[in-house]
């Protein structure tokens, strides 16, 4: 059975997004190989009870590295850039510990999973005589400037600033093109994130979404000829999860039996700014605001709701997208970054990227089709299956060890 050592700052069992990712791949990996696995301290608790649960459990050793509570509120506040210096001298001891893992135990492979931001390679690169593979690599998508135009001024150019120096550090961060070199296999998260590596580094990679699907039966909860059509959203209410033009779509529609049931939240301002926005758009009484919930809670909202409507347009591939293919509901989203290449007219409807207002037109349209049209989301909902199947965490695990034996042989 192959040893592999695994880099994952963020690994979870109780949450979704990167910590879940993690987790994911972890417990599927460890029923084909002995993971050793080094992870950030902050769900430790969570890890230690979750184990006691899996048969796999002996193949899975986990190593703390932990940091402080405030660096944990930098690492989660996403645009912080002061927690790269912290997460850099994790990543240094990091890499003392996997020297003594490698020392005691008869590693195969090193693994640098999560983060997946390309900005942060760690440097477990340097382990001489064992074969390196990063990714899923990410965060190298550029933000559609399009959809700046009614943002402040500020945002809009911190945006193009990032789409700039994502390129830039892309090119010319030594160390990330000393990881990117010494890789026997690069990752990449979607697409975009292949191009980015193919051209401007000369470096092939094999494109693998960091996230996957669980394959379940259809929910006896849901019911799809119903009066109102029940949409589900989640995510953050950042800039780039386009939360205020999914609102304007629902007023677009002008259809009082469409409701938006929104998961998640933002800081004050945001807050205050999408349910004034409502209010002024004449669909208070269409939207219900839950606020941040369990991903249990929310995985029920999915079991039960009859479309996910998902309006970001900067993702690598989001774990919301796999989690509603997961429980068989039909997604209604644009087609870019992960959700592009997940998401096909077997079980959903992408609209392209082009300027917010049309944007606006686009997704009313499909909102009202659904509506009006319950047996295309009955079709929509029993094709998830095959969707499972294709990126099921198993398929997911069973590909990784093909490819980890194929690099421990071109080593050879």
């Known amino acids: ?105 008869n590693i195969d492979i090193i693994h640098q999973l999560n983060m997946i931001g390309f900005r942060e390679p760690g440097y477990l690169w340097k382990i001489p005589n064992k074969p390196f593979i990063w990714g899923p690599i990410g965060g190298l998508k550029q933000f559609p400037t399009n959809y700046l135009s009614e943002v ?85 209410f950042d800039f780039r999860k386009q939360l205020l033009l999914a609102l304007k779509s629902i007023a677009a529609t002008e259809n009082k039996a469409i409701f938006l049931h929104i998961y998640g939240e933002g800081n004050k301002g945001e807050k205050i700014q999408a349910e004034n926005l409502a209010l002024d758009l004449g669909i208070k009484d269409q939207i219900i605001w839950y606020g941040n919930q369990t991903l249990q809670v929310v995985q029920e909202a999915m079991k039960k709701g009859q479309l996910f409507f998902f309006t970001s347009v900067s993702e690598d591939t989001s774990t919301v997208i796999l989690e509603a293919v ?48 319950r047996d295309v989301l009955t079709n929509l909902s029993n094709n998830c299956n095959k969707q499972q199947l294709k990126f099921s965490w198993e398929e997911k695990a069973k590909t990784m060890i093909s490819y980890y034996q194929k690099s421990i042989e071109n080593r050879n």
Request: net charge positive.
């Open 1 to 105: 059975m192959l040893k592999i050592l695994i880099n994952a700052y963020a690994c979870s069992p109780h949450t979704g997004s990167e910590p879940g990712m993690a987790w994911n791949w972890c417990i599927n990996l460890a029923k084909h190989a002995e993971l050793h696995i080094i992870t950030e301290g902050e769900f430790k608790q969570h890890i230690e009870i979750a184990l006691l649960k899996l048969p796999q459990r002996n193949n899975m050793h986990f190593y703390y590295n932990e940091i402080s509570p405030e660096i944990r509120i930098m690492c989660w506040n996403q645009g912080d850039w002061r927690f790269y210096k912290h997460y850099k001298k994790w990543q240094l001891k990091t890499f003392e510990i996997a020297l003594k893992i490698t020392k005691k135990e």
């Open 152 to 236: 402040d001024l500020k945002t809009n150019i911190l945006i193009r600033l990032k789409n700039s120096m994502n390129i830039l550090q892309l090119q010319y961060d030594k160390r990330v093109d000393k990881a990117l070199n010494h890789a026997n296999l690069l990752i990449s998260s979607i697409p975009d994130s292949y191009s980015a590596i193919k051209k401007y580094k000369g470096l092939e990679s094999v494109v693998i979404p960091e996230t996957g699907c669980l394959p379940s039966e259809p929910s006896s909860q849901r019911q799809f000829k119903t009066d109102f059509l029940n949409v589900i959203w989640v995510g953050k």
């Open 326 to 373: 997961s429980n068989n509901l039909p997604v209604l989203c644009f087609d870019t970054c992960g959700m592009g290449a997940v998401i096909d007219e077997t079980v959903g409807r992408k609209i392209p990227l082009s300027r917010p207002k049309q944007s606006i037109v686009n997704f009313a349209k499909y909102l009202n089709y659904f509506h009006k049209n």
